[in-house]
T-cell receptor, first 116, second 114 residues
Framework: DARVTQTPRHKVTEMGQEVTMRCQPI?????VFWYRQTMMQGLELLAY????????DSGMPKDRFSAEMPDATLATLKIQPSEPRDSAVYFC??????????????FGEGSRLTVL | GNSVTQMEGPVTLSEEAFLTINCTYT??????LFWYVQYPGEGLQLLLK?????DKGSNKGFEATYRKETTSFHLEKGSVQVSDSAVYFC?????????????FGTGTRLTIIP
C-alpha cells in the first residue's frame, strides 16, 4: 500500500536548535509539497518541488527555513535556528504531475514540532 | 490569485442528520476541486474530487457538485455517522495555469453526536 512517510512523527526541541524533517514520497510521484498546519493559520504551503527542482518556496521564511530534495526518494525541511512560533504540524505530500492529471495529492501523517 | 472560502465551523450534528458544508472559490482558470478529510492525529485524505463544471464527486455517501455559475463545491451527506467526525477541507488546483499546488480553505470541524 503506497504512502508518504514522514519522520519524525513528533519532535520537541529548544529554541535555537536545528530541526530536520524528512519525507519519503510515493515511488513514481514527481511533485512534493511541504505544508504547515497551525490553529491560527490553517494549512500554509511552504515549498514545492517538481522532478526534484524547487518551483515555489515563497511561503517559507528564507532566513531560517530550507527545503531540498537530495534524491527522488527523499525530501527534507530544515529549520535553523528554530523558534517557538515554528511549533506546528508539518505535512509532506506527493503527487504525479502529468499533462492531464487533476492535482490530487497524497499526504503523510505529519511531523508535530514543538519548540520550547 | 486563487482562493477558497469555507463555511465557518465548528459544526455539531446528531447522528443521521443531513450535512452541508459550503465552499466557494475564486480562480483564474478552470480549476479542479477537491474535498479532503482529516481525522484526529492523521494527515489529510482525499474524500472526493471533480475536474470540470457539472461533475459530481462522490465517496462514502458524501457528494459535491462542481457549479461553475456559482463558483461553488458544497459538500453534502444525507445521513451522517459518528465516524464522520473530522475536519473537512475544500481545495482547488489550477493546472491550466501551471499551478498544481492545492489551495485550501480554512477547514470545517465536524462533530457528530450519537
Amino acid at each position: 500500500d503506497a504512502r508518504v512517510t514522514q519522520t519524525p512523527r513528533h519532535k520537541v526541541t529548544e529554541m535555537g536548535q536545528e530541526v530536520t524533517m524528512r519525507c519519503q514520497p510515493i515511488l513514481g510521484h514527481n511533485t512534493v509539497f511541504w505544508y504547515r498546519q497551525t490553529m491560527m493559520q490553517g494549512l500554509e504551503l511552504l515549498a514545492y518541488f517538481r522532478n526534484r527542482a524547487p518551483l515555489d518556496d515563497s511561503g517559507m521564511p528564507k532566513d531560517r527555513f530550507s527545503a531540498e530534495m537530495p534524491d527522488a526518494t527523499l525530501a527534507t525541511l530544515k529549520i535553523q535556528p528554530s523558534e517557538p512560533r515554528d511549533s506546528a504540524v508539518y505535512f509532506c505530500a506527493s503527487g504525479l504531475r502529468t499533462t492531464r492529471d487533476t492535482g490530487e495529492l497524497f499526504f503523510g501523517e505529519g511531523s508535530r514540532l514543538t519548540v520550547l | 490569485g486563487n482562493s477558497v472560502t469555507q463555511m465557518e465551523g465548528p459544526v455539531t450534528l446528531s447522528e443521521e442528520a443531513f450535512l452541508t458544508i459550503n465552499c466557494t472559490y475564486t480562480a483564474t482558470g478552470y480549476p479542479s476541486l477537491f474535498w479532503y478529510v482529516q481525522y484526529p492525529g492523521e494527515g489529510l485524505q482525499l474524500l472526493l474530487k471533480a475536474t470540470k463544471a457539472d461533475d459530481k464527486g462522490s465517496n462514502k455517501g458524501f457528494e459535491a457538485t462542481y457549479r461553475k455559475e456559482t463558483t461553488s463545491f458544497h459538500l453534502e451527506k444525507g445521513s451522517v455517522q459518528v465516524s464522520d467526525s473530522a475536519v473537512y477541507f475544500c481545495a482547488l488546483s489550477d493546472l491550466n495555469f501551471g499551478n498544481e499546488k492545492l489551495t485550501f480553505g480554512t477547514g470545517t470541524r465536524l462533530t457528530i453526536i450519537p
